[in-house]
């Protein structure tokens, strides 16, 4: 669990930068993301 928060936010990382670079664009992404940007930023947090 130390590393998830990480991992979530490396994932994160990486999808919003293809979707800027590659205009990738899939349904709900918007909610998906900012749910899985709360969730590292979360477990980021409660890991310190």
């Not at 999808?15 to 709900?28: E, I, M, N």
């Amino acid at each position: 669990m130390k590393d998830l928060g990480l991992l979530l936010l490396g994932v994160w990382l990486l999808v919003t930068g293809a979707q800027d670079l590659l205009a990738l664009d899939f349904r709900h992404d918007e909610v998906i993301l900012a749910l899985l940007g709360i969730a590292a930023g979360g477990l980021i947090i409660v890991r310190r």
